[in-house]
């Protein structure tokens, strides 16, 4: 006997809908049966891969932790909730006496960004914490698109999305979403769509180091330079202009006179050569934009983690305005989603607001970047870290210059990870708490709703009941620990709880943004009383969205709508025409020459050539950021760790197919099999992330070298000071050479 029930998978952004077919009988090793594609839910119309299938064996993976562990002797063992807790709050509390609370620091890993119990719960520890010691996996992804953001709209979350379905010029830039399934942008079945574009006469072009599988669907795909992206767009600027562009009319800007005439004074007379694309083609885009109706930009992890990441995602909208395409249909628009966050009272922007201790790094969005985390831990004095909470993440393998940052972790006072595995990071902590699995909790996604290629509205509730404390209770037991220097009893966690949604209530209602401003924060309480957890936010923010019944208000959305639609709640097609509502600046214009970028655009002129080969990175279908890498279902392809060499350059160091090499940068070394392919640019080279050379982390993990190690932490974006994984300057060599050289 099986039943079926409906899913939303929370692993990438394809956010791709279930069937999940379940045995009746209580066996907790077959609990699931098959995982296939949901046909019927509005948003992936029937869209799924490997990794969504793999989700049966992550649920009753005997790998998976289902119980806390803590050191005891230089060992992780078994260890019950009451005293991993217990544990956390001796030593936390000693942190804090001795060092202040500056010394605590927290890392939030990616999974966080797709799981609101962890994002919400956490949220509360980090939000009390009392140090601005606060990382995130932001500052190794997209952080230098949210401050372009920030600067250019006031608002760190408008983020814009190409209109897949009506554009008839799509130029991609830096991602692959034929790969990734899409990144800040939610987008399931990008193939087909990709595909109607250009069966509908459109065109897709692709501007990457290698010929990526986006690329290999493309009308056109242009070989870059890494890191020369920058140069690209400002020749496009100039030729947008030189052709008459202007800036539309219906725009409310300012600085663009400054910006234009700062942009017009750049000598751009070696772009060709240092971009490696001909100037013919340099032209031909530019008239491909101009000619378009509704061309549009995007661009994602290559134009981030890069040396000009705030740079260039700052210029790919200046491109979209150029052109009229922002904000209107077929362009860039700004996707809407049914649950509304409470807006932060508007105080100036988000950014430089203090800095880090040693390296005066920004703080951007609330944060410091990962470049400055290991220094941070290694310099005495006063707010050194000593103690690090890090929620769903592996800095070892994800942060850079991981074998510095390793060396870091293992001189804390105390590192608790939340992580439902043992990994490269949690390996070293004193105490790991683990979360649910998957299918143990419910999902909203209430970050990345906003990024939708369509407006809906999804929820999926819990498929099993809980085995052990749900994410959000976790991050409330930590807050409550960290803020009260004990662990709560039922009861105390219970009115903890309550007090953290009666704070979230009256944000709401102070919000003068929201239609909950100026109601009665009790009256809230009270509708959203029958939900528990987490799902009282839920129910909050949905009730108070945009198609949100407003509490009594009209007819709208409530989370039980949600819970009654399993195949998700159709809002209609993204539409344009709403900057005046995301446009978060004082005077309401888009501010097109912030100092921040003004100063950056000056600093070009000193920016110097990466000599030798430069590494940049990729993903597979198959393998998740760092982890999964463990599951049958998902190792048992074709070797994916090797790295990627041009004919020519191979040629020119003699190395072979298949042959070991050694990787050399100013931090590391390590060792990859080589594979020569005119997929990548000459004088670039290659590798995934999310490897790791350890032998004895999870049994079955598959093995390959740690991207990171290779990448130096003082290689920053400086805006953003997000460290620049990409263009990274390498040596490689053969084994037998790099053996007898050293
Ligand atoms: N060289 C290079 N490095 C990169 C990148 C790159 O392109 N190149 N990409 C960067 C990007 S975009 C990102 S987002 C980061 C990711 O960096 P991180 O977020 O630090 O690392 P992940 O590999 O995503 O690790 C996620 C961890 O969360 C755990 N986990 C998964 N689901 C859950 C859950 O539901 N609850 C809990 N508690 N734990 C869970 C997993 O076991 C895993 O250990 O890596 C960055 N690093
Ligand atoms: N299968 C799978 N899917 C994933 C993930 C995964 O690990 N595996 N991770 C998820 C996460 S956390 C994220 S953030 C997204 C990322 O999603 P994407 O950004 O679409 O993914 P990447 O494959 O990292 O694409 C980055 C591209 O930038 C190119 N590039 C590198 N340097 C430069 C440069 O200087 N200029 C230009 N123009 N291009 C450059 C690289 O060659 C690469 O093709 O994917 C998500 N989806
Ligand atoms: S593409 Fe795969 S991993 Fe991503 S949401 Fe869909 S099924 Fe899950
Ligand atoms: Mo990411």
């Known amino acids: 006997m099986t039943q079926r029930v409906h899913r939303i998978c929370s692993i990438c952004e394809a956010g791709c809908g279930l069937e999940v077919e379940l045995a009746t009988t209580p066996d907790a090793d077959a609990r699931v049966v098959s995982i296939r594609a949901n046909d019927a839910d509005v948003f992936s119309e029937g869209h799924v891969c490997a990794k969504g299938i793999a989700l049966k064996q992550l649920d009753a993976d005997p790998d998976r932790?289902?119980?806390?562990?803590?050191?005891?002797?230089?060992?992780?063992?078994?260890?019950?909730?009451?005293?991993?807790?217990?544990?956390?709050?001796?030593?936390?509390?000693?942190?804090?006496a001795t060092h202040g609370p500056q010394a605590v620091a927290a890392y939030i890993g990616n999974p966080t960004a797709h799981n609101i119990g962890l994002s919400m719960g956490l949220g509360a520890f980090v939000r009390n914490m009392g140090s601005t010691h606060v990382y995130s996996a932001g500052s190794v992804d997209q952080l230098p698109k949210q401050?372009?953001?920030?600067?250019?709209?006031?608002?760190?979350?408008?983020?814009?999305?190409?209109?897949?379905?009506h554009t008839d010029c799509l130029v991609v830039i830096g991602a692959n979403p034929a790969v990734s399934n899409g990144s800040l942008w939610m987008v399931p079945?990008?193939?087909?769509?990709?595909?109607?574009?250009?069966?509908?006469?459109?065109?897709?072009?692709?501007?990457?180091?290698?010929?990526?599988?986006?690329?290999?669907?493309?009308?056109?795909?242009?070989?870059?330079?890494?890191?020369?992206?920058?140069?690209?767009?400002?020749?496009?600027?100039?030729?947008?202009?030189?052709?008459?562009?202007?800036?539309?009319?219906?725009y409310q800007i300012r600085g663009w006179s400054e910006l234009k005439q700062t942009v017009q004074g750049i000598d751009l007379a070696q772009v060709s050569t240092r971009t490696g694309i001909p100037e013919a083609q340099l032209q031909a885009l530019a008239s491909t934009l101009n000619r378009a109706t509704s061309p549009v930009l995007y661009g994602r992890v290559g134009t981030t983690v890069q040396?000009?990441?705030?740079?260039?995602?700052?210029?790919?909208?200046?491109?979209?305005?150029?052109?009229?395409?922002?904000?209107?249909?077929?362009?860039?628009?700004?996707?809407?989603?049914?649950?509304?966050?409470?807006?932060r009272p508007s105080g100036g922007l988000q950014y430089a607001r203090y800095q880090s201790r040693v390296s005066g790094y920004p703080e951007v969005l609330g944060q410091l970047p990962v470049a400055a985390l290991a220094e941070e831990i290694e310099t005495p004095g006063q707010g050194q870290v000593r103690a690090l909470v890090c929620i769903a993440g592996n800095p070892v393998i994800s942060?850079?210059?991981?074998?510095?940052?390793?060396?870091?972790l293992q001189?804390?006072?105390?590192?608790?990870?939340?992580?439902?595995?043992?990994?490269?990071?949690?390996?070293?902590?004193?105490?790991?708490?683990?979360?649910?699995?998957?299918?143990?909790?419910?999902?909203?996604?209430?970050?990345?709703?906003?990024m939708g290629w369509r407006n809906v509205a999804r929820y999926s509730p819990p498929v099993f009941a809980p085995t052990q404390p749900r994410e959000w209770d976790i991050g409330l037991t930590l807050g409550f620990i960290n803020q009260h220097g004990e662990v709560p009893d039922d009861r105390q966690l219970r009115a903890y709880e309550d007090e953290v949604v009666a704070g979230a209530v009256s944000a709401y209602c102070q919000d003068q943004q929201n239609p909950l401003f100026g109601r009665d924060v009790q009256e809230i309480l009270g509708a959203i009383e029958p939900e528990a957890g987490v799902e009282r936010l839920l129910d909050l923010g949905v009730r108070a969205g945009k198609w949100g019944d407003h509490f009594g208000r009209r007819e709208g959305l409530t989370l039980q709508t949600l819970i009654d639609t399993p195949n998700g709640v159709d809002l209609g097609e993204v539409r344009g025409g709403r900057l005046a509502e995301v446009v978060q600046t004082p005077d309401g214009c888009i501010d097109l020459a912030p100092s921040v970028i003004m100063q950056a655009l000056q600093a070009l002129a000193d920016d110097a050539e990466a000599p030798g080969l430069q590494l940049v990175g990729r993903r597979s279908v198959n393998t998740n950021n760092s982890w999964l890498h463990n599951l049958?279902?998902?190792?048992?392809?074709?070797?994916?760790?090797?790295?990627?060499?041009?004919?020519?350059?191979?040629?020119?160091?003699?190395?072979?197919?298949?042959?070991?090499?050694?990787?050399?940068?100013?931090?590391?070394?390590?060792?990859?099999?080589?594979?020569?392919?005119?997929?990548?640019?000459?004088?670039?080279v290659c590798l995934p992330h999310g490897f790791s050379e350890s032998t004895d982390i999870l049994p079955g993990q598959s093995k390959g070298a740690n991207y990171n190690r290779l990448v130096s932490a003082s290689a920053i974006d400086g805006p953003s000071a997000t460290v620049a994984l990409n263009g990274v300057p390498v040596e490689v060599m053969r084994r037998a050479s790099a053996q007898t050289t050293g």
């Open 189 to 250: 079945k990008i193939r087909d769509k990709l595909r109607a574009l250009h069966a509908r006469g459109g065109r897709l072009v692709v501007i990457d180091p290698r010929r990526t599988e986006t690329a290999r669907l493309a009308d056109e795909h242009l070989f870059i330079q890494p890191g020369t992206d920058v140069y690209l767009l400002l020749v496009l600027i100039k030729q947008l202009l030189a052709l008459g562009r202007e800036m539309p009319a219906r």
């Open 147 to 165: 401050l372009a953001s920030e600067l250019m709209f006031g608002n760190d979350m408008a983020i814009p999305v190409p209109d897949i379905q």
């Open 411 to 450: 001189t804390l006072d105390l590192l608790v990870c939340v992580d439902i595995y043992v990994n490269e990071t949690s390996g070293l902590a004193d105490v790991i708490l683990p979360g649910t699995s998957i299918f143990e909790d419910s999902h909203y996604d209430s970050f990345l709703g906003s």
């Open 632 to 684: 049958a279902a998902l190792n048992q392809v074709r070797q994916v760790c090797v790295l990627e060499i041009h004919p020519a350059d191979a040629k020119r160091l003699e190395i072979r197919d298949g042959e070991q090499v050694e990787v050399r940068s100013a931090v590391a070394a390590v060792s990859v099999p080589a594979k020569v392919t005119e997929a990548v640019a000459p004088g670039v």
């Open 399 to 408: 942060n850079p210059d991981s074998d510095r940052l390793q060396r870091a």
């Open 307 to 343: 040396k000009h990441g705030t740079l260039v995602s700052f210029l790919i909208e200046v491109v979209n305005l150029l052109t009229g395409s922002l904000d209107r249909q077929g362009g860039a628009l700004f996707p809407e989603q049914a649950y509304a966050a409470a807006q």
């Open 65 to 96: 932790l289902r119980q806390p562990l803590i050191r005891d002797g230089g060992e992780l063992r078994p260890a019950s909730w009451e005293e991993a807790f217990a544990f956390i709050a001796d030593r936390l509390q000693w942190v804090r």
